[in-house]
């Protein structure tokens, strides 16, 4: 029996309430650290990285969006910045699947079964995580050897995401998944055409988030281009390391360590402290900027998707992709 439409309306609700609650407490939390960095690298820089901050997570929704499509449930643009939006405020609600469930199920709402969120969901995050570490180990030798020295152990997953970007290896490792889980396979193979724009996307969201960080660097005496690589890959590298450190929830404290070990060559260290700091702030103000921008613009449901159909189970699922949730 189908839950009544008031229910549905309230548990997203109560959902919306309880993250924004708390990313307002972090906030909240960081407040002073995060004015002081203002104060030192000046409201304008600090207003022109936070709007690329928003072009990479709209960047990122494309990369999304473009691995939906390939796996058969076409979400429309004002569909697709609903589901994946709003569902991003569950990075905030403690438990770690949170961002994830929110999706599969917004994501259902708007005729895209839950199987094919979930699997767009952890392609994801491979795709985002090969081309960040691609970007890192070509521009970090030449600006901060350090920082990958340090952070080597990051960038040894780099063979297996870079072959996991080309589409017959990408549809061997989805239909593994499937089989290991018991699911039906995939309709068809994975096309280089939505692999490659979905590429091409996360190449445009990690440049987005370089120049977000370099905005932040620039005041206290980064130069005009090397710097930009060098913000570009230590972010990569630093959300990489965030990502892979299991143990530590979302990546919190190692990113900040590898975000200062990678800025070390053009700012010492307080100033890499400092912006560290404001730059995860920023980061949370886009989530929040554009998750209640997705709460207010949800379609009628079943009217986001072209088609959806069967594969990972929505519990399964989740288990899986529970650390993939909070990067």
Request: charge should be positive.
């Amino acid at each position: 029996m189908r839950p009544p439409p008031w229910l549905s309306s309230a548990v997203r609700a109560g959902f919306l309430v309880l993250a924004v609650a708390l990313l307002l407490a972090y906030l909240w939390d960081n407040r002073e650290g995060a004015a002081d960095a203002v104060r030192a690298i000046g409201a304008g820089y600090t207003v022109a990285s936070l709007a690329a901050v928003l072009v990479g997570l709209l960047a990122s929704m494309s990369v999304w969006r473009a691995l939906l499509a390939d796996l058969g449930a076409e979400l429309s643009l004002r569909a697709a910045f609903h589901v994946f939006f709003f569902g991003q405020l569950g990075k905030y609600v403690p438990g770690s699947v949170f961002a994830v469930a929110a999706q599969m199920e917004l994501g259902r709402a708007q005729g895209a079964s839950r199987s094919r969120v979930a699997t767009a969901s952890l392609l994801f995050m491979g795709v985002g995580l090969a081309v960040g570490l691609l970007g890192a180990a070509a521009t970090l030798p030449l600006t901060s050897p350090d920082a990958v020295r340090q952070f080597a152990w990051a960038l040894l997953v780099l063979p297996v995401g870079l072959a996991v970007l080309a589409p017959p290896v990408l549809t061997r490792v989805v239909g593994l998944f499937l089989r290991l889980l018991r699911r039906p396979p995939l309709e068809r193979p994975l096309t280089a055409r939505r692999v490659g724009a979905a590429t091409g996307w996360a190449l445009v969201m990690w440049l987005a988030y370089g120049l977000h960080l370099w905005l932040l660097v620039r005041p206290q005496g980064a130069d005009a281009g090397g710097d930009l690589l060098l913000a570009t890959g230590g972010y990569a590298l630093a959300w990489t390391a965030g990502f892979l450190f299991v143990i530590a929830p979302a990546g919190a404290g190692v990113r900040e360590v590898a975000l200062v070990a990678a800025l070390a060559p053009v700012v010492d260290r307080p100033a890499a402290l400092a912006v560290a700091l404001l730059s995860r702030v920023l980061m949370t103000l886009g989530d929040l900027v554009l998750g209640a921008g997705g709460a207010a613009v949800r379609p009628r449901n079943g009217h986001g998707a072209r088609r959806s159909g069967a594969g990972v189970s929505s519990v399964t699922a989740v288990k899986q992709l529970g650390k993939a949730a909070d990067a």
